[in-house]
């Protein structure tokens, strides 16, 4: 009786009218929902929090590939405006995990963002795509069928690996040579287990990932959750190298056909650097751009009520 109460109840705030053959609901709690959608991949587990509130979803891609949606914690308190729709890609986290790598590709990952959109009843839409999720994000809203997107919001996109890996190198050249001998020797050798190169990782994680110290406990678990088979399939080993399927990733020809509002937003020394959101932003017609000080790539964590506040604004303009 209490999950069939929660249902009513989030379908009297006529936002969300899910498809009841597609999802399966495993917990509620007050404005609390739980459960999984049923994909062409798999089932992928979703949360939504804010189920009473009534101004327009906002909808979570996570980075990675391969990682989860824990680390989207802190966006939590946007759900006193507006439901916040948590998921975990195919692969991930709480989801199916099939073993056919085909299945981790763009396209169906971009498929995918449209079945949980359209099994959650999200006829309108805010969406948030972090790092690889940015990438998807543009995929997606450049794809048919991809309407009532209220706004988009780049968060520390990867738009192109060519230029990520470019800004990745650039970054390296700035630190210790010790730290570029240790990276040049492992991907030289195919070695990317040993001390060294570990602590040449760890250093620049400190730098370009996250600068708080010591990392949020939800940041350690999202890395220890990370599907390593989808990010070696996806990406390759290294930050610095692309080897995977997203080795030719390219969307900014793509962001030129987007027509919704967009903001990018990124840290002042973000692995998606500064200069380059401001290439992708001067591409995407009418789009804005916000940079944090004295944060990197994981913004709403190091700075939190800062970017919640360019977040709110943005979506306050658009509603």
Same mark, same amino acid.
């Given at each position: 009786?209490?999950?069939?109460?929660?249902?009513?109840?989030?379908?009297?705030?006529?936002?969300?009218?899910?498809?009841?053959?597609?999802?399966?609901?495993?917990?509620?709690?007050?404005?609390?929902?739980?459960?999984?959608?049923?994909?062409?991949? =798999?089932?992928?587990?979703?949360?939504?929090?804010?189920?009473?509130?009534?101004?327009?979803?906002?909808?979570?891609?996570?980075?990675?590939?391969?990682?989860?949606?824990?680390?989207?914690?802190?966006?939590?308190?946007?759900?006193?405006?507006?439901?916040?729709?948590?998921?975990?890609?195919?692969?991930?986290?709480? @989801?199916?995990?099939?073993?056919? &790598?085909?299945?981790?590709?763009?396209?169906?990952?971009?498929?995918?963002?449209?079945?949980?959109?359209?099994?959650?009843?999200?006829?309108?839409?805010?969406?948030?795509?972090?790092?690889?999720?940015?990438?998807?994000?543009?995929? %997606?809203?450049?794809?048919?069928?991809?309407? =009532?997107?209220?706004?988009?919001?780049?968060?520390?996109?990867?738009?192109?690996?060519?230029?990520?890996?470019?800004?990745?190198?650039?970054?390296?050249?700035?630190?210790?040579?010790?730290?570029?001998?240790?990276?040049?020797?492992?991907?030289?050798?195919?070695?990317?287990?040993?001390?060294?190169?570990?602590?040449?990782?760890?250093? %620049?994680?400190?730098?370009?990932?996250?600068?708080?110290?010591?990392?949020?406990?939800?940041?350690?678990? @999202?890395?220890?959750?990370?599907?390593?088979?989808?990010?070696?399939? &996806?990406?390759?080993?290294?930050?610095?190298?692309?080897?995977?399927?997203?080795?030719?990733?390219?969307?900014?020809?793509?962001?030129?056909?987007?027509?919704?509002?967009?903001?990018?937003?990124?840290?002042?020394?973000?692995?998606?650097?500064?200069?380059?959101?401001?290439?992708?932003?001067?591409?995407?017609?009418?789009?804005?751009?916000?940079?944090?000080?004295?944060?990197?790539? &994981?913004?709403?964590?190091?700075?939190?009520?800062?970017?919640?506040?360019?977040?709110?604004?943005? &979506?306050?303009?658009?509603?």
């Amino acid at each position: 009786m209490l999950i069939r109460a929660a249902v009513l109840h989030l379908h009297s705030c006529d936002i969300m009218k899910y498809d009841r053959s597609k999802v399966k609901i495993t917990k509620t709690e007050q404005d609390i929902l739980e459960g999984f959608v049923r994909t062409s991949g =798999g089932q992928v587990w979703f949360k939504i929090v804010g189920t009473d509130k009534e101004k327009t979803p906002f909808l979570l891609l996570h980075g990675g590939p391969g990682a989860c949606h824990d680390y989207f914690e802190p966006l939590i308190a946007l759900s006193d405006e507006r439901p916040v729709i948590f998921y975990d890609q195919l692969g991930c986290g709480n @989801s199916d995990k099939p073993d056919d &790598m085909s299945l981790y590709s763009v396209e169906n990952y971009v498929k995918e963002v449209g079945e949980v959109r359209d099994a959650l009843g999200l006829s309108e839409v805010y969406i948030l795509g972090q790092s690889w999720g940015g990438g998807l994000m543009a995929a %997606y809203a450049s794809s048919k069928g991809a309407d =009532g997107i209220k706004g988009l919001i780049f968060s520390s996109p990867l738009i192109s690996t060519d230029k990520w890996i470019f800004d990745q190198k650039s970054y390296l050249s700035e630190l210790p040579e010790y730290i570029q001998k240790s990276v040049r020797i492992a991907e030289e050798t195919g070695v990317y287990d040993s001390a060294d190169y570990k602590k040449a990782m760890d250093e %620049y994680y400190r730098l370009h990932i996250c600068r708080l110290s010591p990392w949020p406990q939800i940041l350690v678990e @999202s890395f220890e959750k990370t599907s390593i088979a989808v990010y070696m399939h &996806m990406w390759g080993p290294s930050e610095f190298t692309c080897t995977g399927t997203l080795k030719s990733f390219d969307m900014t020809k793509n962001l030129k056909t987007i027509s919704q509002p967009a903001l990018f937003l990124c840290g002042e020394y973000d692995e998606a650097k500064p200069q380059t959101m401001k290439y992708f932003k001067n591409i995407l017609p009418g789009s804005k751009l916000a940079i944090i000080s004295d944060a990197s790539h &994981m913004t709403h964590l190091e700075k939190t009520d800062e970017s919640l506040n360019v977040l709110r604004k943005f &979506m306050r303009a658009c509603d």
